[in-house]
């Protein structure tokens, strides 16, 4: 049986709260993993392998996030994709290619690198496992 948006939230909310000592509360759909809920560089690993194991159901068939699929990595050392401080077309259609789930209205009204992390949502997590979920 397939789970739903909200029984696929709720396992998020609990890897988050796990993951980053926060509180059920801080964990909104539009919360920013590094800018509202405090995540660095290396909690993101560390949800990885939590949602790997949250949503594992049989032991026989492991749910699997490959890496750099969830949070793309080594895209801001590509002079194509990045120019002075900011996403470049190039880099942007890069984004949108690897993150599908992500929403990249505001971003693309001002795509500065350190804007960046504005993409990586609670509501950007949760739309990744309902597409790999939808496609196992």
């Known amino acids: 049986m397939a789970l739903t948006h909200d029984e696929i939230y709720q396992k998020v909310q609990e890897v988050l709260i796990d993951a980053l000592g926060v509180d059920e509360e801080e964990i909104k759909p539009t919360a920013t993993l590094r800018d509202d809920l405090g995540a660095e560089s290396i909690d993101f690993l560390d949800i990885v392998f939590r ?13 699997v996030i490959p890496r750099g699929e969830l949070f793309p990595e ?3 050392s590509n002079p194509e994709f990045v120019r002075e401080n900011r996403v470049t077309p190039v880099g942007l259609a890069e984004l949108k290619k690897r993150m599908p789930f992500s929403d990249f209205v505001e971003f693309e009204k001002d795509p500065a690198v350190d804007k960046m ?3 990586f949502t609670v509501e950007a997590i949760v739309k990744y496992i309902e597409g790999k979920l939808a496609a196992a």
Do not use: I, M, R
Not at 51 to 63: I, M, N, Q, V
């Open 74 to 76: 080594n895209l801001l």
């Open 117 to 119: 992390q504005s993409l």
């Open 51 to 63: 949602l790997e194991k949250a949503f594992t159901t049989d032991p026989a068939k492991k749910f």
